[in-house]
């Protein structure tokens, strides 16, 4: 997809970076974490196609890269709103300015350490 880019969308696309980075630089401090989506559907089971989700996913996961964000992604399950049914699996970060990834490591460290973050 990257090839096929014209040297116009090419510009307009580091324009979109250039404004994601200053509205990450702008609402986040060096202390805190936002806390987001990176898939748009619960976990697909393994081995289903999963070609239509690809544009999303891509647009949920690639902030970090785009804006030089430290980003973890968990794995964690979500507790249905309907009574008897089972949990389901989501994928969720937390993201960072740039260069505070040792700081996001520790705060992954912290939670992980409380059975409360493993069922949201």
Not at 34 to 39: A, D, G, H, S
Request: proline residues 6%; aromatic residues 4%; contains cysteine.
């Amino acid at each position: 997809m990257a090839f096929a880019l014209t040297e116009q969308e090419e510009q307009e696309a580091r324009l979109v970076q250039a404004q994601l980075q200053q509205l990450i630089s702008t609402h986040l401090s060096d202390t805190s974490c936002l806390f987001l989506p990176t898939t748009p559907t619960s976990a697909p089971k393994i081995g289903e196609d999963i070609s239509a989700l690809r544009m999303q996913l891509i647009n949920l996961s690639a902030v970090a890269g785009l804006t030089g964000s430290a980003q973890v992604h968990l794995p964690l399950t979500v507790m249905p709103v309907e009574i008897n049914k089972q949990p389901v699996p989501y994928g969720f970060s937390l993201m960072m300015r740039s260069g505070q990834d040792k700081s996001l490591l520790a705060l992954v460290n912290r939670l992980s350490q409380h059975s409360a973050w493993k069922h949201i």
